[in-house]
């Protein structure tokens, strides 16, 4: 069953592929990006799949050795290879059983990620320019890239709010497990008693609506220009290069004041226009995959309280899959690959626990 189901994934898999290349596909820029999209999912599966198919036919060999033949080294050699072969099955097969399973769509899109100061006051601020300096290490360590689009700072450092664009590879697919509340306790530096205060910061990770995601209608978009605040110069303070669109049927406002080009603002704010109206209806999608899987509470709910940062104790859990780590240090220079590879296998033992019911 299993095989005659690849089987006609390795069929769709050519026809893509010769697809891709046919000079009337390309010329199409919307069909190219949806097929080459196909033949990168596609891809992991099938080469799985001829792995697997390999591994069964050297298994049906050495067994044919072990009736037939009479020689005792070679049957000793067929012994030792079907067991090597023999335990490359169950391994290969729950790869498979994962290809198998729908992705979600928006996994390989880049990503807008929002860091919110929340509950506590300056100390919540300068938590949320912590949490902003551990991404972007992590960005970084990834090969990522990332722009700064909005920013509001905080009265004694750090932010109040900061939005930012990341683009790479899969970077949605990684990101979106950081969504969620974020907790800080630790003494501030404002705290004379040395008292442990508990502190939030707000994160929001939402895929990137591309243009063939979404049209927006500029017809419902009202323009403001106004002079932007922050470093850069006279120029930046002087000039109104600074954009923020008011989309009127939904309310929602965007603003852009990172670039000195009133242009430059204009398309970067447009972008995360479009990509707030498309999460509008990405949510419910969330909503209902959040009713499902705890691991993914944190896209679901954006008010879920998903990790805290215990800086006394140096201690660092994600409460969704109760996982605890002692090396806070390395984990607010952006070390945080630990956390997301585990959420990633529990949500897959989730869906393949769903796929079975």
């Not at 972007?136 to 990332?146: A, L, P, V």
Request: hydrophobic share 35%.
């Amino acid at each position: 069953m299993i095989l005659e189901k690849l089987g006609s994934i390795k069929i769709r898999f050519e026809e893509v592929s010769q697809k891709i290349t046919d000079p009337e596909v390309i010329a199409d820029m919307k069909v190219y990006v949806k097929l080459n999209k196909e033949y990168r999912d596609l891809e992991p599966l099938v080469h799985t799949y001829e792995d697997y198919k390999n591994v069964l036919s050297n298994i049906t060999h050495a067994r044919e050795i072990l009736s037939n033949e009479k020689d005792e080294e070679m049957r000793e050699m067929a012994k030792l290879e079907l067991d090597e072969l023999t335990a490359k099955i169950v391994p290969l097969e729950e790869d498979i059983k994962l290809l198998l399973l729908p992705v979600d769509p928006e996994d390989d899109k880049n990503a807008i990620m929002e860091i919110r100061a929340g509950t506590g006051g300056d100390e919540a601020s300068i938590f949320a320019g912590d949490l902003y300096r551990m991404y972007t290490k992590y960005i970084e360590s990834k090969g990522w890239k990332y722009e700064v689009t909005s920013i509001s700072d905080g009265t004694a450092g750090g932010f109040k709010e900061i939005v930012m664009k990341v683009s790479g590879d899969k970077v949605y697919g990684i990101l979106k497990y950081e969504s969620g509340v974020h907790r800080v306790q630790r003494v501030p530096k404002t705290e004379t008693q040395g008292r442990i205060h508990t502190s939030a910061a707000t994160i929001a990770v939402l895929p990137e609506a591309d243009e063939f995601d979404i049209e927006l209608n500029m017809n419902d978009v009202r323009k403001d220009t106004f002079c932007s605040s922050g470093p850069g110069g006279q120029s930046v303070n002087t000039t109104y290069s600074a954009i923020r669109l008011t989309h009127i049927p939904s309310g929602i406002v965007v603003q852009c004041q990172d670039e000195k080009s009133q242009i430059k603002n204009l398309e970067k704010a447009t972008g995360e226009l479009r990509t707030r109206l498309y999460n509008l209806e990405y949510q419910k999608y969330i909503d209902n995959i959040a009713s499902k899987r705890k691991t993914m509470v944190s896209t679901g709910d954006r008010s879920a309280k998903i990790r805290t940062y215990n800086y006394p104790q140096g201690r660092v859990t994600d409460h969704r899959i109760n996982h605890t780590v002692y090396n806070l240090p390395s984990i607010m220079d952006g070390d945080i690959q630990e956390f997301i590879d585990k959420l990633q296998m529990a949500e897959n033992a989730e869906r393949l626990n769903e796929s079975m019911q």
